[in-house]
């Protein structure tokens, strides 16, 4: 449904250029939930832009259902922002506070379509619904909602146009506990109901896991390893991967913590280490890592490590 | 007993009426214990740990009753000056979230750490610098003797976050109130921190407040648990306790709300509705709208039931 080849974003700064991301390849299949998983400054919200088209790729090709989106002409890209929405982390910043909700759902639906007052009303009532916010919030202004109200908020005019994509950035990362099931359980009872496709974009491993079908963990721009989240997580081949999972403090108090798994901190993508970019915080580095940029080996049906521990074995 | 809180209620006097914020706490933290203050955003666990400091809003906080025992010595009725010569960052020090708001950008990092040495009269002159160095040391930051005059951006997240750690341990304070230190880090980074908060009370024996919304971060470094929900302290004990078999419908359903890692994929126990206006909060148990073993009961304040071994929760059904 949704192909990245190649993509590669590069950013000129005044120290330099910021290689944010880095030949990025992976396939969102139809109906499913893609995660892009990764620690702060790997790009993984970059990527979400491109796809998005609030960036431009430095390289490389995003395809949606087979056509490029940086060629589609006005009326295909009209097309294609009717399909893909999407959904940020903040929702007190990515509502506008001044609008009542009815002008925020109906904005998105105005920029596509003229339906009249009547039929407006009836389809903002109708996500509201899906939502579970009663037709009368419409009335009211961000503010007077709780953060996971507002962020079922958002969730509505994500769903406004009635999208096939949705790019789900950190949904519920700033909401509570207690609130971020109700909101998870939402977005899977709305996933199951419309045949939507997702893009998740998180931090949360254990979120990760409970949430989605495949998954891409990204290191510094770059993607260490991606296969169905099952295949990962139970059996995860890359260094940082297992690092990652192995940082996730549990809610188990006699779950030990490895403090060793990664050391030292992340580098800046202004001057990302020579060959893998984990190479200087990796417990197995060996002779080719500083040298030569891993490339994707096979580690079963659709699972692909960037390791050069894996070459002998796939050999 | 290094602390013992009795009953404490601070309220703020907003102009829309009396927000409960803290509401009858009672704790106590052990030398060289950790004890977790685990809840959601607005259930008081910050305006907790910054009452124990007197660091209140300005106009509006008020403690209105309780006690606060620092090694026997009341806090409460210590007047401003006593508490920031003897208390604040001296005996009782505190670690904030962000590193990058607790720091300021414009002096060095030497600065800094010798700011409460200094101001305590711990050391001066060539003594305070290399106390500053020893205690960059202890936080682990390489070769401190070259980085005194770096200032803030100079260092990356993680660091920044030791040296806040520095700043609080300089004055080998007995308590330690570190509030969700390890949020603003990313989880390969946090690991790092959690294991020198160990090594700070391992080395030191100082006693500390975890103050935290993730209960994976309490599990792994807390002997003791409190939840708090409301800004009430709803139940308490040892960590085991906590995580294996707790007793208050809201601790069950917060464990249970969380997806975890390798477990099975199954639909989350979501928490109906949210929690409630701490201005005029209800009169009864304050989860009791949320909760699924609601009873006629419930509309009085519940009491707080002794389970034996440190652990007590306050529930009405654990009466009967």
Known sequence: MLELAGITKHYRTRNGIVRAVEDVSFTVPPKGTMALVGESGCGKTTIAKIILRLERPTAGIVRFEGADIATMSRAELHAYRRQVAAVFQDPYSSLNPRLRVHSIIAEPILAHERPGRAELDKRIAEVLDIVGLPATAATLYPHEFSGGQRQRIAIARALALQPRLMVLDEPVSALDVSIRAQVLNLLQDIQAEFGLTYLIIAHDLALVEHFSSDVAVIYLGRVAEAGPTEKVFANPRHPYTQALLAAVPLPDPDHVLSETAATGEIASALNPPSGCRFHPRCPHVFAPCSVVVPPAYPAGPGHHVACHLLKDLSA | ?320
């Open chain 2, 1 to 320: 007993m290094l602390l013992q809180v009795e009953n404490l209620r601070m309220h703020l006097h907003l102009r829309r009426g009396v927000l409960q914020a803290v509401d009858g706490i009672n704790l106590h933290v052990a030398e060289g214990e950790t004890l977790g203050l685990v809840g959601e955003s607005g259930s008081g666990k910050t305006l907790t740990g910054l009452s124990l400091l007197r660091l209140l809003p300005k106009g509006s906080g008020r403690i209105e009753t309780g006690s606060i025992r620092l090694d026997g010595q009341e806090l409460t009725t210590l007047t401003e000056a006593e508490l920031a010569r003897d208390i604040r960052g001296r005996r009782i020090a505190m670690i904030m979230q962000d590193p990058m708001t607790s720091l300021n950008p414009v002096f060095s990092i030497g600065d800094q750490v010798g700011g409460p040495l200094r101001n305590h009269d711990i050391a001066r002159g060539t003594a305070l610098r290399s106390a500053i160095v020893d205690v960059l040391k202890r936080v682990r930051i390489p070769s401190p003797e070259d980085r005194l005059g770096d200032y803030p951006h100079q260092f990356s997240g993680g660091q920044r976050q030791r040296i806040v750690a520095a700043m609080a341990i300089g004055c080998t304070p007995r308590l330690l109130v570190a509030d969700e230190p390890t949020t603003a880090l990313d989880v390969t980074i946090q690991v790092q921190i959690i294991a020198l908060l160990r090594q700070i009370q391992h080395d030191a024996g100082v006693g500390i407040i975890l103050i935290t919304h993730d209960l994976g971060v309490a599990a792994s470094l807390c002997r003791r648990i409190a939840v708090m929900y409301a800004g009430q302290i709803v139940e308490t004990g040892p960590v085991r306790t906590i995580y294996r078999t707790p007793s208050h419908p809201y601790t069950q359903a917060l464990l249970a709300a969380i997806p975890r890692l390798h477990s099975k994929r199954t639909r989350l126990a979501a928490i109906p509705g949210q929690p409630p206006s701490l201005i005029e909060p209800p009169t009864g148990c304050r989860f009791a709208a949320r909760c699924p073993l609601r009873m006629d009961q419930c509309a009085e304040p519940p009491p707080t039931v002794d389970l034996g071994d440190g652990h007590s929760a306050a529930c009405w059904k654990l009466t009967h």
